[in-house]
């Protein structure tokens, strides 16, 4: 089996529990295992879900934005306590230890700003988590950024959901990669013109 078939296969099989009588369970366990290891995103079962439960739409943003927030404490972990036994060959199999040595280099000028924009964006945030902690990265910092970055991502399509529906759904699933790059520059932006005035 192929690197994508098993990939595919694990998305499959993500979203068949979205429906799942114990999908926030499993919402939980996919949000805090993608911050760290999980190639699947958790917006595959957010998604269904909220669309599924418009009413519990902020219950089901803020387990997800918990999970990946304590999922995002182990990528530090791993990456402060075990890079060479662990974080390194996770790196080299998902094909990321390229762009981690680029971050890595990042990390002293713009590091708060590397977490918050890796947590909005389609960037693969155990990169970011697990850098941080090879870096050893402000804590507290680190924490603030995941918070508000996830926090700011997840009910921000909780949002939309529970607001536009499924016309919505479609809308995200299309240009999610490019409305959260769009997001983030805006809010850069944002920043540097109060800093400049």
């Given at each position: 089996m192929s690197f994508s078939q098993m990939v595919r296969q694990i998305y499959d099989s993500v979203i068949h529990l979205s429906s799942s009588k114990h999908a926030l369970f499993w919402l939980f366990v996919i949000s805090f295992v993608e911050s760290s290891f999980f190639p699947i995103p958790p917006d595959i079962m957010l998604i269904p879900m909220i669309l599924a439960m418009p009413n519990k739409a902020w219950r089901i943003a803020?387990?997800?934005t918990l999970a990946s927030v304590f999922g995002a404490?182990?990528?530090y972990a791993i990456g402060y306590y075990f890079f060479e036994l662990i974080a390194q060959p996770l790196l080299e199999f998902y094909g990321y230890l390229q762009k981690f040595n680029e971050f890595k280099q990042l990390y002293d000028t713009w590091g708060a700003w590397i977490v918050f924009g890796a947590g909005i964006t389609p960037f693969p945030y155990k990169i970011i988590t697990i850098a941080s902690g090879v870096v050893q990265l402000n804590l507290a910092v680190f924490t603030v950024a995941s918070i508000i970055a996830r926090g700011l991502r997840f009910f921000l399509i909780a949002w939309l959901l529970?607001?536009?529906?499924?016309?919505m759904r479609l809308f995200i699933e299309k240009n999610l990669g490019w409305l959260s790059v769009l997001f983030l520059v805006l809010l850069i932006g944002g920043f540097l013109l109060i800093k400049l005035f």
């Open positions: 803020g387990v997800c404490y182990l990528g529970k607001t536009y529906g499924e016309k």
